[in-house]
């Protein structure tokens, strides 16, 4: 699975700062705390104002300390299409992204095309905004999935992001999403690609819980058929999760409970026929997380208490 770390992005206010300063050290820093990743993620946002042509700074400052591959995260064409003149590397990198509304998409395949680039497609459009139901962003993804094809696009090309929202604001979107990911691995020929952005589940989640729910919701979506995730580069032991479930190696009893849930989800199986240890409050932790991110039990701020 591709990992693409998250942490160079302007919702951070100090990551803002230290942009809007050129702040060299600072950004040397992140790019080193994720290093263990294939990409970086560089969500400059709009890019407006102070940040007006920050790609022509970051991205050779990534290329130089790092052999990390480049996500270019950007809601302003212009700046992603000017980025490309300063990166040597561009076959390959993320182009973070595109809807289902023309002509912007036909203008991100078009960027996709001339560099050889992959290409994250949002399933959502401007009428639609992010259905509720995974039927709703499969029908989406159908669409934008003839679009690229019709103007070639290679299907390998396609990640296709089933848009992951908070836990807090939609429980029952946290199932929607797998069921979306499962269903993409299995509807398209040639198939297609995966990608979410893992944290995005866990805001507004008490800070004490966010990596808890965040690994879990990794596991599953492993489980679904995920291809690459955008993530916390700095949490390691989700890191080390990943990794032991792509070489399937499980080293710790917590590891062995990882993988029945991740098998759990590519076999449609049920939660209540996981074995775990009911004495390891890590595990029992875990199981409590699972539960409410499959919407068996109502999510509160106090739901992993043991």
Wanted: glycine share 4%.
């Amino acid at each position: 699975m591709i990992l693409i770390g998250e942490n160079i992005h302007v919702i951070s206010k100090s990551v803002r700062d230290a942009l809007v300063n050129r702040d060299e050290g600072f950004i040397k820093n992140l790019i080193k705390i994720q290093s263990q990743m294939d990409y970086l993620d560089l969500n400059i946002g709009p890019a407006k104002g102070d940040l007006s042509g920050i790609f022509s700074w970051l991205c050779p400052i990534v290329e130089e300390n790092s052999k990390l591959k480049i996500s270019l995260d950007t809601t302003n064409f212009d700046e992603m299409r000017d980025a490309l003149s300063y990166i040597h590397q561009k076959a390959d990198i993320f182009l973070n992204s595109a809807s289902n509304d023309l002509p912007k998409l036909d203008k991100m395949i078009d960027l996709a095309l001339e560099y050889d680039c992959n290409l994250v497609l949002l399933t959502m459009s401007k009428e639609t905004g992010i259905p509720k139901t995974s039927d709703g962003r499969l029908e989406i993804a159908f669409q934008m999935y003839e679009r690229c094809l019709e103007k070639g696009l290679e299907a390998e090309r396609m990640f296709f992001d089933p848009l992951i929202l908070p836990i807090v604001a939609d429980q029952s979107q946290a199932l929607e999403s797998l069921n979306t990911l499962k269903m993409l691995k299995e509807s398209f020929d040639p198939p297609v690609k995966s990608v979410i952005g893992l944290s995005n589940i866990s805001n507004g989640v008490p800070n004490e819980y966010r990596a808890l729910i965040n690994r879990v919701y990794g596991v599953l979506a492993y489980g679904a058929g995920l291809d690459a995730v955008i993530m916390d580069g700095k949490d390691i032991e989700l890191y080390r999760i990943f990794k032991m479930l792509e070489n399937s190696n499980p080293t710790y009893s917590v590891d062995e409970l990882y993988v029945q849930l991740s098998n759990m989800i590519e076999n449609f199986g049920e939660i209540e026929d996981i074995k775990y240890d009911k004495s390891d409050e890590e595990q029992v932790k875990i199981i409590k997380a699972c539960e409410v991110l499959l919407s068996q039990k109502i999510y509160s701020n106090s739901f992993a208490q043991v």
